[in-house]
């Protein structure tokens, strides 16, 4: 099962660097999950780094279709205040808490999967799984 961080899962709907890894894992392992917060935080991000209308509306359309076979994660009350520990004790911004938060409630054989350093530090001090892509 594969747990994605909002920056990570936009690779997938764009062309980066990782971006054929991240594909790669996720046809490799067709167990997705996250925070509720990548229904929302994708898209925004992707009309931020596709500029084109014609594109952002392909990217839209893969990025929903997807998100239908994500088991999303509940950002409730208790996920808020998991999140403000994790935050504070890593020094994270606000929402890789809320994702990291949302990841230590999903069994222990998921592999969480960021680019973002701190959040991956953060994650593997919190005893997760992380998967980055090859060097």
């Known amino acids: 099962m594969l747990c994605f961080d909002s920056s990570a899962l936009v690779k997938c709907y764009q062309e980066e660097e990782h971006s054929p890894w991240v ?3 996720m046809a490799s392992d ?3 999950c996250g925070s509720a917060l990548l229904a929302a935080e994708g898209p925004i991000a992707l009309s931020r780094s596709v500029p084109e209308a014609d594109d952002l509306q392909v990217a839209d359309a893969r990025i929903s279709r997807d998100l239908g076979f994500f088991f999303l994660v509940a950002v409730d009350a208790d996920c808020l205040v998991r999140a403000v520990d994790i ?3 890593f020094g994270l911004r606000t929402l890789d808490a809320i ?3 949302a990841a230590r409630i999903l069994p222990s054989e998921c592999s969480f999967v960021t680019f973002d350093d701190r959040q991956r530090e953060a ?3 919190l005893g997760l799984k992380v998967l980055t892509p090859p060097v």
Do not use: K, V, Y
Request: charged residues 40%; without cysteine; negative net charge.
């Open 23 to 25: 594909r790669e894992i």
């Open 99 to 101: 994702h990291l938060a």
């Open 87 to 89: 935050g504070r004790d």
């Open 30 to 32: 067709p167990d997705w």
């Open 123 to 125: 994650a593997e001090s």
